[in-house]
């Protein structure tokens, strides 16, 4: 019998369909895995901004988590905008219950465009509650300074294995750097893996570290070791940011092409 493979993205929902929730289910179809979502909030957005922000109520987004569990046990799951401290609580909790497996933590706190979508009191509850339970986290550059209040992508690695995180990734999207991009992983075991890529020229990169988090899930869920998911994960997004590097949609940073 054919059998989906479900992946559950939690996280917020991006109106213009570039990051967020939307990114993350179209990442999960082209892979080929079956995408789930809980929403964490809502976003008015476009390529230009972002608009109004509302979160959906912790006891809500709890229901979504339990009604997939309950139903369709999700092989990964990945967190994007949690949005306030009460709703990371309440993720961290119903994923605990569920003993969720091959979880991705996107440590969102700055929207492309630059409206700050997670409060700060959230941030020390995601240190404190999803931290120690998931598998990987994907901070960019501003995210792991914001977390670490160190500026260099190995000493942020480590400090975030020192706050309870099994494997790190530090990306380098967002670096200065014009020939190469690096991703620095640090895993479980203490293996320090360096992912380059050349850079794309483009300002098409809204929905980038999205894109980039469901990915990894996929294909470990798939079935794939860590550091191979994240290679074909960082594969999967400089293949999405080359193939919508000259498209035009709308009048800001457009999405990535998945
Ligand atoms: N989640 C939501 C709902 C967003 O609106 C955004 C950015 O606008 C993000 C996450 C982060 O997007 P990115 O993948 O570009 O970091």
């Known amino acids: 019998m054919r059998r989906y493979i479900p992946v559950l993205t939690i996280a917020g929902s991006d109106s213009s369909g570039g990051a967020g929730i939307q990114a993350d289910i179209k990442t999960m179809s082209a892979i080929g895995c079956y995408g789930m979502s809980a929403i964490?909030?809502?976003?008015?957005?476009?390529?230009?901004?972002?608009?109004?922000i509302e979160g959906v109520s912790p006891?809500?987004?709890?229901?979504?988590?339990?009604?997939?569990?309950?139903?369709?046990?999700?092989?990964?799951?990945?967190?994007g905008m949690l949005f306030s401290a009460p709703i990371v609580e309440a993720v961290a909790?119903?994923?605990?219950?569920?003993?969720?497996?091959?979880?991705?933590?996107?440590?969102?706190?700055?929207?492309?465009?630059?409206?700050?979508?997670?409060?700060?009191?959230?941030?020390?509850?995601?240190r404190r509650t999803l931290f120690p339970m998931l598998t990987l986290i994907t901070p960019n550059r501003n995210e792991s300074e914001a977390l670490t209040g160190c500026d260099d992508p190995r000493r942020q690695a480590e400090e975030l294995?020192?706050?309870?995180?099994?494997?790190?990734?530090?990306?380098?999207?967002?670096?200065?750097a014009v020939d190469f991009k690096t991703d620095m992983l640090l895993t479980a075991d203490g293996d320090w893996i360096e992912l380059k890529a050349d850079a794309v020229d483009t300002p098409n990169t809204h929905g980038t570290g999205c894109t980039l988090s469901s990915a990894i899930a996929c294909y470990m869920a798939i079935g794939y070791s860590l550091?191979?998911?994240?290679?074909?994960?960082?594969?999967?997004?400089?293949?999405?940011?080359?193939?919508g590097a000259k498209v035009t949609t709308g009048k800001g940073h457009g999405p990535v092409d998945h």
């Open 40 to 52: 964490t909030a809502l976003t008015a957005q476009n390529t230009v901004g972002v608009g109004a």
């Open 59 to 79: 006891m809500m987004v709890k229901a979504q988590i339990d009604a997939v569990f309950a139903d369709i046990s999700p092989a990964a799951v990945k967190t």
């Open 93 to 126: 909790e119903v994923l605990g219950h569920h003993c969720v497996k091959n979880l991705v933590v996107d440590p969102v706190m700055v929207s492309t465009s630059g409206k700050r979508l997670i409060a700060d009191d959230a941030v020390e509850a995601m």
């Open 161 to 176: 294995r020192r706050q309870g995180c099994a494997n790190v990734l530090v990306k380098g999207g967002d670096s200065d």
């Open 227 to 243: 550091p191979r998911a994240v290679e074909m994960g960082k594969l999967f997004v400089t293949r999405a940011l080359r193939s």
